[in-house]
């Protein structure tokens, strides 16, 4: 059997690998609207495949606010940034195909600051970068982020009407849609690291599964599953979804609320650009939640919408496939039921956590092990099958990681390594001895890999692992542990 000993390690190697990315080619064959962000003057381009229709081009209300250059579009202060026409092509093709999905290249190049909006019922609501909408409450789906609540960003996807009520669009902080921390993503000015601004990719998700995904990318550009919600769309059946959505002067609009120039000029002269200064006789004479000047600063490097739920794959990439997936196992019905046989389905179930049907393959195997009195081997027949490394190992060295000697938390470095040791059956005494830790390969696991923010500083890279479901058997490799030894303040 292979051994198991204790160790805690701290530990973090160097990753260099292709960074995992919806490719070029899918980006403009499925993109209802893209938008690259090459013109330096007159409209935003839509550059989408015009299978889709006529260009869905963008004007800027509010110029001297926006700098254009090397394909960015740098929203510097209060803006509009519309479609010139309603957006019915988005509205058209969602409601057929019963999907949306959102793709965004942003750099968040400021530092924090408290200019989230208020809604009618005194929640936050995110800064807009980018939304589908009539006006300020009437909205088919934004996308934003929280600068003061720990750069959270949210979405909010109605697929009922254009929703007077904000509520009901599960945008708010306290009732996501779908929402995850980038604690490294804005710079923040008490770090004792220098922090340069760093572009993040952002793809949200969600179809006729009912299972909305949140996609980023980490610091240095690799994209990893960040989370999942299975509120999804609620209630309805696929054929209903996007059905009430209205397209009639309902505009794309990147960097705000979607307003006239009329709205916009008011909304400038109200001077709320600071919403956490609102004030409780301010809202209550609508002065606040009614502001639609909510804007986002930043850049915007690529921005595409879909109307189709994108695949885990279509956005990762080939280390999807390293995903724990359940075998799928013939039912033979003439498996005769033995006291040997019995006896081999409860070791399988006690060394891989999971139940097995009697007529499965290896039972037999172990079956005429046990036969002979080899009970050993045919334990050692199990130790090949995933679910002894990612669940029995896995839990093993969980427990062992924590005072509390729970198995309810995320992966981190010392189970991780633990486990590795284990799968390659290296004597226990090497995590004593020798220099090593284990992480994730991300040629196979795409998942957040900066050595400082996503290991050092925290779990990220670890959590990611988990959140992804990725085959520990498959994806760790050993890395050096003294890699901090050799490092410059």
Known sequence: MKKLSLLTILGIGIPFVAKADISNSFRNTNAVVLYEFRETTGPVLDTANPAFGEPLNLSIYKPTNVTRVDGTLEITGANVIRSDKPAAKIVDQCKQSGALSCEVWLENNETV???????????????????????LFERNFIFGQFYDMGNVYATGIVTSSNEPNPASLGNSLTDPLLSTVSSTRVPEINSNRLVSSVMQKIVVTLGPTGLAKLYLSDRNGYMYLAKTEARGF???????????????????????E???????????????????????????????????????????HKVAVYCSELSRNAVLGDGTYNVMKNAKLEIDLNT??????????????RLTGIKTPISNPILGEMESLLNVGDSVGAAAK????????????????????NRDETINLPL????????GIVRDERNAQTMLTDDITYQADLTKAPVPGDLIDDILRSNNHYE??????????????????NFLMEQKP
């Open 113 to 135: 600051e408290k200019r989230a909006g208020l809604d009618a019922a005194k929640r936050p609501q995110p800064l807009r970068i980018l939304s589908l909408s009539k006006s």
């Open 234 to 256: 609620g209630t309805g059946s696929a054929a209903t979804y996007f059905s009430k959505w209205d397209k009639a002067n309902t505009y794309l609009t990147l960097g705000n």
């Open 258 to 300: 979607s307003m006239s120039p009329a709205e916009f000029a008011t909304a400038l002269g109200m001077g709320d650009d600071n919403f956490q200064t609102c004030t409780a006789a301010s809202n209550a004479s609508n002065r606040c939640f009614t502001n639609p000047n909510r804007y986002w600063k930043g850049k915007l």
């Open 336 to 349: 005769q039921i033995t006291p040997l046989r019995k006896r081999a389905q409860e070791i399988h179930s």
């Open 382 to 401: 199990v130790t090949s099958d995933p679910s002894f490394i990612n669940i029995t190992v896995r839990d093993f060295a969980a427990k062992m990681s």
């Open 412 to 419: 981190n470095d010392f189970t991780a390594t633990v486990v």
């Open 464 to 481: 990611a692992l988990t959140t992804g479901r990725y085959d520990l058997s498959q994806v760790l490799v050993p890395k050096k542990q």
